[in-house]
């Protein structure tokens, strides 16, 4: 990608959680569904975290979070979220296309509204042995909401064949949204 293009990308970006600020963060509706599988304790990643509603969550819940976004507007939302909660959150701007989780490094990563398919082995790898991957996504040609690109649109069934390698605990996909539950074999 030309430099070019990245300042614009990353402009695109700021701008849109910068408009968008004062709306509450919220989970995704497949890790509040599902929370009861979350680990006790342990560290997790809320990855291309947006304001971070899934970041809180996972902290509320006692988990040591990291979130991740490609945005310092959204990181910046997020940081006084938590400030005024009370709770620790470790948040890194970083462009996860080009600079992935190291492997075995999370209990649990969740990722909503973000697709690049490309990244599917980094995730499986980032999980250590046992570890829950929450991911829910757009689904199908765009209707009214979502990205219009296609590039960033889930096939039917595709979220699950992109979960290769992992035991799938919950899948679903309605109107356009696909979502999955995966868990990382355990080490023998």
Known sequence: ?????????????????????????????????????????GTALDLACGRG????????????????????????ALARAAQAEGLAIATACRDVTRDPPAPGSFGAIVISNFLHRPLFPALTAALRPGGLLFYETWLG????????????????GELVALCE??????????????WVVARAPSSC
């Open 1 to 41: 990608m030309s430099e070019e293009n990245e300042t614009e990308r990353r402009s695109r970006w700021q701008a849109c959680y910068s408009e968008n600020a004062d709306e509450p963060a919220q989970a995704c509706a497949v890790l509040r569904h599902h929370a009861h599988l979350l680990p006790a304790h």
């Open 165 to 178: 390698g992992l035991e799938l605990l919950h899948c679903g996909e309605e109107g356009d949204r696909a």
């Open 141 to 156: 040609p765009r209707r009214e909401r979502g990205p219009i690109s296609e590039a960033f649109r889930l096939r039917a």
């Open 53 to 76: 509603g899934n970041a809180l969550f996972l902290a509320r819940r006692g988990l040591h979070t990291h979130a991740w976004d490609y945005a310092d507007s959204a990181l910046a």
